[in-house]
């Protein structure tokens, strides 16, 4: 019996014949690519659909004994978080859904690594609590949007989704099943109360491991108390005043309005219904105000007002409003991006929407990031270019770009590349960092700026995961091996 | 972007902070039968997207039967469109179906022997004789009735009741009877195109010697290929196509259909998916259904653009995985059962598919074509 073989029938025993498969179409599914194009495919070995830690747990004996690299996976690859970057085994955990807990008076939440954001989301706002909403499609799994870099709609007031990550639960890559931060408490009567537990805090270990440390398995979240009273505002600036816009938008988060959100006129010039920019405007700043009673609302709205105008910004009616009504990628231009077709319907040209990488930078530095990419754009050609900042508490910016682009006009790809290894450089050489570690996607030297972290997390990993099985590729130890 | 939207369990986007996301944007957990059922990604609208990008770029992409039972088993019934209009997944399957057909694959059994079917009878079920149908219909007029093979060979008698209804509301209609052909919509759906297109000739031809104005359709399949394949595959096609629901709608609204009887009874409405979400035909059958003294209409939860398959997806599902196929049409009638204790519908695909579950699976519920309420509704 060959070693597939042999590694196919272990993991049959685990999860049953239906929930295992080295079908060579149903891996490539799962191929690592972050559009719905094809840069790079590499296609698992074997997908496997556990429902428990403890058939995780099992599944990791296995891939050590084999020496096989595991790769855990949400539903969603959004940014191909979760493709293997070489063959072995893929843990699908779209089944482990469940949720598990909500308790509506000391506002928790728990539930399994495959239950989407939103569904978890919506649970819990149906309770009279909330929790800042990530802005991605149906949304990614809450393990995901924990510890993936999301940043959502509240991050102005509460930063990233990882912050009201209270508690976890992990498979080690030994097999051993771990609750670490209010998780080690699930199970008694208190449940999931506290995140910082006796002894140090564990949660950050595995924030951002992209799986090396350990599969998370399930996900405690401190929830919100639901503000009654909201308002959606929005200001912009003339295109040669984004300092301006800038500016209004720091002083704005230093007093915790709950959302701000920031991007230029072009998003709203692909949308073909709602409101429009007028033409001498081109930044936008969005606000999601809230207030537990309607006092509270008004004398924030009015701050946000004051700020805005005394930096030069004209108040636009009912964008703000339309903005937040619903909260798809609805800027996304349809007839531009959609896939080839055969003769029926009629054939569509192909172009998608390209993302830049998404970076994390200094709020205030937003003016020369934006003028940076936008003379790049400009010089490589590159037509429609949208920008996305998240203004977060900290007062940094998640900021990403994207253009359209028709990936079958090789000589704009190729422009398009370029366009984005000059930015990196430009990027890199000032200390920036990215929202993605996404190799092969982010250049290398995504390190470069850190190098005493990396060489610490290379020997936690060492440590954790000997034969290096989990997300190999996390701690660029894929070649070293 | 792979988000997931099309498969994942939730709504396509979150609360707005004041509430929950409209009917519109909240569809319920359960939303592609294939991915609910076989579980992998590749069986979810993006895994097919995902495959669909590399076969279609690459000629030499080796055609498995793996790979045909992944695209073949998308049951088609367009849920992955209504959330996701960015990336049309039902769409790129199809014409990944219609690229594998150009390919020369071999579709998955009993398929071929369908088309061959349809040359050589011009129905897919291979015979020259239909039941017969009691009525004396002429064969010409501006009013022209399209039944579809399906209907003819499997429903005879919904052909009568059409008939009989819309003779009481003075409405005449002519029938092409035995002259009619497979409309072509099971082998379009399946990607040969081709085959559509000669069907849709030979029935335009027939039509237009009928002397046919208006087209009245009760197949969901026969109405959504004769109102919107038909026109782009011939280059002229002048006919008004309209289904039956909207017929009897308008009918009642001009007082010309009244009903004699109190029905008094609770039934729910399925919509067929290439009525509803295919063709966006919501409100003229629960306006039917409302008018009908004392029945009352309890919806499901999953209905209007989230209705889910009844199994039968696009008769293919049910012809070539009949396992696959129960399993969706359990689902369906059980969550019908739990409004009424009869599911009413407008195509005969559905019908024949929930009939045939019902009696299979054990689920005791009575299914009703509109036609057959409407009549009922009448005596």
Same mark, same amino acid.
């Given at each position: ?44 070995? %074997? ?167 350990? %599969? ?186 994207? %253009? ?12 398009? %590349? ?64 | ?379």
């Amino acid at each position: 019996m060959c070693v597939l073989s042999s590694i196919l029938s272990d993991l049959k025993n685990i999860v049953g014949p239906d929930r295992v498969s080295d079908s060579p179409e149903v891996c490539l599914a799962y191929a690592f690519n972050p559009f719905w194009g094809r840069d790079v495919i590499v296609r698992p070995d %074997i997908v496997v659909l556990p429902r428990t830690p403890e058939e995780i747990s099992q599944i990791l004996k296995v891939s050590n004994e084999y020496g096989v690299p595991v790769t855990p996976k949400g539903a969603v690859g959004g940014g191909g978080h979760g493709g293997p970057l070489r063959g072995g085994i893929l843990l699908d955990l779209s089944l482990m859904d469940n949720i598990l807990l909500i308790d509506t008076v000391n506002m928790k939440a728990v539930a399994e690594a495959g239950c989407s954001f939103f569904k978890l989301s919506q649970e819990v706002f149906k309770r009279g609590m909330l929790l800042p909403t990530a802005a991605y499609g149906s949304g990614p799994s809450v393990v995901a949007s924990a510890v993936d870099p999301a940043y959502a709609f509240g991050g102005t007031r509460y930063g990233g989704n990882i912050n009201l990550v209270e508690g976890l639960e992990v498979v080690l890559p030994s097999g051993e099943i771990v609750r670490v931060g209010s998780m080690a408490y699930f199970d008694k009567e208190f449940g999931p109360y506290h995140r910082y537990i006796t002894g140090p805090d564990l949660i950050g270990l595995f924030t951002r491991s992209n799986g090396a440390f350990g %599969i998370i398995t399930k996900v405690a979240y401190r929830c919100l108390r639901k503000p009654r009273y909201w308002a959606f505002n929005a200001f912009a600036w003339p295109s040669d005043m984004l300092k301006e816009c800038t500016q209004a938008a720091a002083e704005a988060a230093s007093i915790e309005i709950f959302d701000i959100h920031f991007n230029n006129r072009v998003r709203w010039d692909f949308k073909s219904e709602g409101p429009k920019i007028p033409e001498n405007l081109y930044f936008v700043l969005t606000f999601a105000i809230d207030g537990f009673n309607e006092l509270e609302l008004l004398g924030r709205e009015k701050a946000v007002r004051e700020i805005c105008e005394s930096y030069g910004g004209t108040y636009l009616p009912n964008v703000g409003e339309d903005f937040h009504a619903v909260w798809p990628g609805d800027f996304l231009p349809e007839e531009k991006i959609l896939p080839p077709r055969s003769t029926l319907p009629a054939k569509i040209p192909r172009s998608y929407v390209y993302l830049f990488d998404e970076l994390i930078h200094p709020w205030s530095w937003m003016p020369q990031i934006y003028e940076k990419m936008a003379r790049l754009c400009a010089d490589y050609k590159l037509a429609g270019l949208v920008v996305d900042g998240f203004v977060l508490n900290n007062l940094c910016s998640s900021t990403q770009f994207t %253009i359209s682009l028709n990936d079958k006009d090789s000589d704009a790809v190729k422009r398009y %590349i370029q366009c984005r290894n000059e930015f990196r450089k430009w990027f890199l050489d000032k200390g920036g960092t990215f929202q993605y570690r996404l190799p092969p996607y982010v250049p290398d030297k995504v390190w470069a700026n850190q190098p005493d972290t990396l060489k610490l997390l290379k020997r936690i990993k060492e440590l954790f995961d000997p034969n290096n099985v989990l997300s190999p590729g996390t701690f660029e130890l894929f070649e070293e091996r | 972007m792979q988000c997931a939207s099309c498969y994942y369990k939730g709504p396509i986007v979150p609360h707005n902070w004041r509430e929950l996301p409209p009917f519109e944007w909240s569809p319920p957990n359960k939303k592609c039968p294939s991915y609910e059922y076989f579980k992998f990604r590749a069986f979810s609208p993006v895994g097919r997207g995902n495959l669909a990008s590399i076969v279609f770029d690459d000629p030499n992409f080796p055609v498995t039967d793996s790979l045909i039972k992944i695209v073949y088993t998308c049951t088609g019934c367009g849920t992955c469109s209504e959330i996701c209009k960015a990336h049309d997944p039902w769409t790129v399957i199809w014409a990944l179906k219609e690229y594998l057909t150009s390919r020369g694959i071999k579709l998955p059994n009993p398929l071929p022997k369908l088309f061959a079917n349809i040359e050589n009878c011009g129905n897919i079920f291979g015979t020259e004789k239909p039941p017969p149908v009691n009525r004396n219909i002429p064969k010409k007029g501006r009013d022209v009735l399209f039944t579809g093979c399906f209907m003819r060979f499997t429903q005879p008698n919904l052909i009568e009741t059409i008939i009989y209804v819309l003779r009481k509301a003075g409405l005449n209609l002519a029938w092409l009877g035995d002259e009619e052909l497979c409309c072509g919509f099971l082998p379009g759906q399946q990607g040969d195109i081709d085959k559509m297109e000669k069907q849709a000739q030979q029935n335009v031809k027939r039509l237009r010697e009928a002397g046919a104005s208006r087209i009245i359709v009760s197949c969901a399949h026969c109405y959504k290929a004769l109102r919107d394949y038909y026109p782009k595959l011939i280059d002229t096609f002048p006919f008004e196509v309209v289904h039956i629901s909207e017929i009897y709608a308008r009918l009642i609204e001009k007082g010309k259909i009244t009903f004699n009887k109190k029905l008094q009874k609770k039934v729910t409405y399925h919509d067929p998916c290439f009525l509803g979400r295919h063709s966006k035909l919501y409100n003229e059958p629960r306006a039917v259904i409302e008018s009908i003294p004392a029945v009352k209409l309890e919806e499901m939860e999953r209905r209007k653009q989230w209705a889910y398959c009844c199994g039968s997806g696009a008769k293919a599902i049910s012809l070539c995985y009949p396992d696959f196929s129960f399993s969706i049409s359990k689902e369906r009638l059980l969550e019908a059962k739990e409004k009424a204790n009869t599911v009413v519908t407008s195509c005969s695909s559905c019908v024949l598919q929930m009939r045939r579950a019902a009696a299979k699976l054990g689920v005791e519920i009575y299914v009703q074509d509109i036609s057959e309420i409407v009549a009922e509704g009448l005596e």
